[in-house]
């Protein structure tokens, strides 16, 4: 249920040229709005940027991406993330960690995956999209503090845009459009598709 006045956000852990073109293709899918200016390898924005361009405008749900580019510890994109989840005026719906082969091991738990071909599992994901052979933990680069968010939900995927070509935009990235959908569903968000074609560059 949508908290009065809220805007309502799905958080993304990526944010290169791949996962940006198909974050803007799933938003358009769903009559929502990304973020692209939250692309950057690593983020670029602070999280007060990010939040005056999530409450700017008219669309929702807003997806917005942030990327630490193997930054250990605590990076730019997890500081922007943590100054969004933190604002009043935001309803985070829930998250998508994406995998990634980091210089520095960081991890987090997810409360499923899925992997590259759209099945839905236990396990964790790896870069590639298949599964891993941890249970309910994914590692990636910008996910140090989804643990401590208390997020409604976390779903992990491989690299976005990408997984051996299973999720490229050409395609419509379908394992993004359903790990979209699939917190847009858990969070009683109408996910129909509406079908807009409006430019989501802000």
Not at 165 to 192: W, Y
Request: glycine content about 14%; aromatic content about 6%.
């Amino acid at each position: 249920m949508n908290l009065v006045g809220k805007k309502r956000v799905i958080l993304i852990t990526d944010g290169d040229l791949y996962a940006l073109r198909a974050v803007e293709h799933v938003a358009r899918g769903i009559g929502g709005r990304c973020i692209s200016h939250s692309w950057g390898n690593p983020s670029r924005l602070t999280g007060q940027q990010l939040v005056s361009l999530i409450l700017k405008t008219p669309y929702d749900p807003v997806l917005v991406m942030f990327d630490d580019c193997g930054f250990r510890g605590e990076g730019p994109g997890e500081l922007a993330m943590r100054a969004v989840c933190g604002h009043p005026g935001i309803e985070v719906l829930g998250a998508i960690a994406v995998a990634s082969k980091t210089r520095y091991s960081e991890w987090t738990k997810v409360h499923f995956s899925i992997d590259r071909y759209g099945n839905f599992t236990e396990f964790g994901i790896d870069k590639s999209g298949l599964p891993d052979i941890e249970t309910g933990r994914i590692n990636g680069d910008t996910v140090y503090i989804l643990d401590e968010l208390n997020l409604p939900i976390v779903i992990g995927i491989g690299d976005i845009g990408k997984m051996a070509g299973h999720d490229a935009v050409e395609k419509g990235a379908p394992i993004t459009s359903l790990a979209v959908a699939t917190i847009l569903e858990r969070s009683g968000f109408n996910a129909g598709i509406k079908g807009k074609t409006e430019d989501t560059n802000q």
